[in-house]
C-alpha cells in the first residue's frame, strides 16, 4: 500500500513563498498519479493541483494558476508544491493524494478518484 507523508506547513505572511513535500513509500512512485488538495475550515475538501506518472502534464485549480506549481522527483519519491504570492485564502491543511496509473484515464482534481491520502500538513496566511 502506498504511504504519503506531507511536510513544510508553517505560518507565513500573506505575499511569501512555501515549499510542500509529499514523500512516498510502501510502492514506487512513478506508477501513481499525484494531487495535492487542501481543506480550509468549515469547507469542502478541493483539488489544488495534480501532476501525471512521469511529471510531465499538470493541472491546476484557477485559484493558484500562476501562483503554485507542482513538481515530482521519482528517484526521491516526493512530489512538491511550490507557492508562491500566498494569500490569506490559502490557508487550509494541505494534503496529498495517489492513484494508480492504471485506474484513471487522466489526471483530475476530482478528490473521489484518489485511494491514498496523507495526514495533511497545515499552511497558515496571516500578518
Known amino acids: 500500500q502506498l504511504q504519503l507523508v506531507e511536510s513544510g506547513g508553517a505560518l507565513v505572511q500573506p505575499g511569501g513563498s512555501l515549499r510542500l513535500s509529499c514523500a512516498a513509500s510502501g510502492f514506487p512512485l512513478h506508477v501513481f498519479a499525484i494531487g495535492w488538495f487542501r481543506q480550509a475550515p468549515g469547507k469542502e475538501r478541493e483539488g489544488v493541483a495534480c501532476?501525471?506518472?512521469?511529471?510531465?502534464?499538470?493541472v491546476y485549480a484557477d485559484s493558484v494558476k500562476g501562483r503554485f506549481t507542482i513538481s515530482r522527483d521519482n528517484a526521491r519519491s516526493t512530489v512538491y508544491l511550490q507557492m508562491n504570492s500566498l494569500k490569506p485564502e490559502d490557508t487550509a491543511i494541505y494534503y496529498c493524494a495517489g492513484v494508480g496509473i492504471d485506474t484513471i484515464a487522466a489526471i483530475t482534481l476530482n478528490t473521489d478518484e484518489y485511494d491514498y491520502w496523507g495526514q495533511g500538513t497545515p499552511v497558515t496566511v496571516s500578518s
Open positions: 501532476i501525471n506518472s512521469s511529471g510531465g502534464s499538470t
